[in-house]
């Protein structure tokens, strides 16, 4: 929920300027913008190049831009990132199905029955106060550490964003759309499909966007504390081995795979959800 | 003025269910069929509860964590609203500043702490700085969102009374921006509080509240376990109501927010 805003800097041109401008001015002011954003990233790059050149700190602390290059062109090429992307995202997509299906529901039941939520909403929203890190030592308790306690981290992780906004969605329907609705003598069917349903589902696809960050969060902690495999388990095994190059590529690999997502989502809510309703 | 007072009386149908889970914990419990481990007796969770909360190196625990706490989320917080100012402010300092940041952002919080951990040591040091990131990132995007949202009409104001670009920083943009920048520091504290409990836990070294649960878990005792999972949801919950409540008091500043609206 923190990371839904992003950075945006008021220089983006608005859209009319945008629009205003030729071409070739805004391919000009394309250019522009990656060249003022490089900036940062090669003034690092040279620092860190300095750095390494007059060994100001000891190589095993602060491999070269080049060893770390070497580090991720060898994982590449033996696979072993590949491989353990592959854990990772299948036991984020077990676990993100499981509790996403179970937040849709909860949310959707809850938003619709006022009665119910008078019974069970106190209690889930009590829940909600304890973040997902609290409860890892608990699920350990419970689960162990194997499998089983990653897909259910990762499901209670989705869980809650899910089903708070899907009960928020179901609920922004109400109004004058059920008002509609009713003078058009809808049945529930019917009105499920042209009112609850366009109206809850930008805040669902929202859902499912913080459900699959937060999933990707608590799986990197999981992985790092109890796990044979995966991504984060290559991270702390290298940071043990003390070969922080690899730690660097494998910080890189999960602020990709982050980002990846998180653009996929982006590109699923403007199609899933191109109207917008003032509730 | 009836509406707030009746919402905020408690439905007794709420109560039903934690009553009715509670009802079921001590029965299943008593009939000895779960391991009792995992679904400790009630009695038994009593006399852990009671048994921690006299426990002096709990409280040795909650007390380092809350000041690693307030360290970090000082640090964090007054770097991230310094960045969200410059990058709030000036176009320029955006068109730098932004897309390396969000490029950071994307990395999940705690795959840090290797690093942090290589370059700091197992200790304080490396928990207070990924304490002051996990701050620093929404204090940085809220800070820098209210500035960009004051009203044009208000800037035009301070450019047409010739006021100088520290006046309309000072006068203007800050104080548009303050209920964004108030927010922003509150989500920092959650998020702070988050990164707290994960470096504790997953660094298990001195004293906090993270290590003490990961002992408990270790020593196999579900009912430590879970007074430190409430414990720390208290804090939690503590801590953002304090924050609330000191901003509450003195924001007059708001009004011009409706400018805008």
């Known amino acids: 929920m923190i990371r839904a805003i992003p950075f945006v800097g008021i220089a983006n041109p608005s859209g009319l300027q945008r629009r ?184 669902i696809v929202l859902g499912l966007r913080l459900a699959l960050s937060n999933a990707w969060h608590v799986l990197i902690v999981v992985e790092m504390l109890a796990s044979p495999a995966g991504i984060g388990h290559l991270m702390a095994w290298s940071r043990t081995l003390f070969q922080l190059d690899v730690v660097f590529v494998t910080i890189v690999a999960i602020g990709a795979t982050g980002w990846l997502m998180d653009a996929a989502m982006r590109a699923a809510e403007r199609r899933l959800s191109p109207w917008s309703l003032p509730a | 003025m009836t509406r707030p007072l009746a919402r905020r009386r408690i439905d007794a149908r709420g109560v039903i269910v934690p009553l009715g889970l509670s009802l079921g914990w001590t029965v299943t419990s008593l009939t000895g069929h779960w391991n009792p481990h995992l679904l400790v007796p009630p009695a038994q969770l009593a006399r852990g509860f009671i048994a921690t909360s006299h426990n002096g190196d709990f409280w040795i625990a909650a007390g380092s964590s809350l000041l690693r706490l307030l360290t970090g989320w000082f640090a964090g917080s007054v770097a991230g609203v310094a960045l969200g100012l410059i990058v709030g402010c000036f176009t320029l300092a955006g068109q730098i500043v932004a897309p390396s940041l969000n490029a950071v952002r994307q990395v999940a919080l705690f795959a840090w702490i290797p690093l942090l951990t290589a370059w700091f040591g197992d200790g304080n040091t490396a928990e207070v700085i990924l304490i002051a990131l996990a701050a620093f990132f929404p204090a940085a995007l809220n800070t820098e969102a209210g500035c960009r949202n004051a009203p044009i009409v208000l800037r035009e104001v301070g450019r047409v009374l010739e006021l100088g670009p520290r006046d309309i920083l000072r006068r203007i943009i800050v104080p548009a921006a303050m209920p964004s920048i108030v927010s922003g520091l509150q989500i920092a504290l959650t998020s702070a509080w988050i990164g707290t409990i994960g470096a504790e836990y997953l660094i298990d070294q001195g004293h906090g509240l993270g290590v003490f649960l990961s002992s408990a878990r270790m020593d196999n005792r579900m009912d430590v376990v879970l007074f430190c999972m409430v414990a720390l949801a208290c804090i939690g919950f503590a801590l953002s109501t304090a924050l609330r409540l000191a901003f509450a008091t003195r924001t007059p500043a708001l009004a011009l927010t409706a400018v805008d609206d």
């Open chain 1, 20 to 203: 205003a401008r030729s071409r070739s001015q805004a391919g000009s002011i394309v250019w522009r913008g990656v060249a003022l954003g490089a900036i940062v990233p090669l003034a690092v790059l040279a620092t860190w190049s300095l750095a390494v050149a007059l060994h100001a700190m000891r190589p095993q602390i602060l491999p070269g831009p080049l060893a770390v290059q070497a580090a991720a062109t060898d994982l590449l090429r033996s696979g072993d990132l590949v491989t353990a992307l592959e854990v990772s995202l299948g036991r984020i997509l077990i676990g993100l199905a499981i509790g996403s299906v179970l937040g849709l529901v909860a949310g959707a039941v809850l938003g619709r029955s006022r009665t119910l939520d008078a019974y069970f909403g106190p209690t889930l929203r009590t829940i909600c106060q304890i973040p997902t890190i609290a409860w890892l030592p608990v699920f350990m308790l419970i689960f162990g550490i194997g499998e089983e306690l990653k897909v259910a981290i990762i499901a209670k992780a989705a869980f809650l964003p899910m089903l708070l906004n899907t009960f928020a969605g179901v609920r922004s329907a109400s109004g004058r759309y059920h008002e509609v609705a009713s003078a058009l003598e809808f049945g529930p069917l019917q009105r499920l499909r042209f009112v609850t349903i366009p109206s809850a589902l930008p805040m």
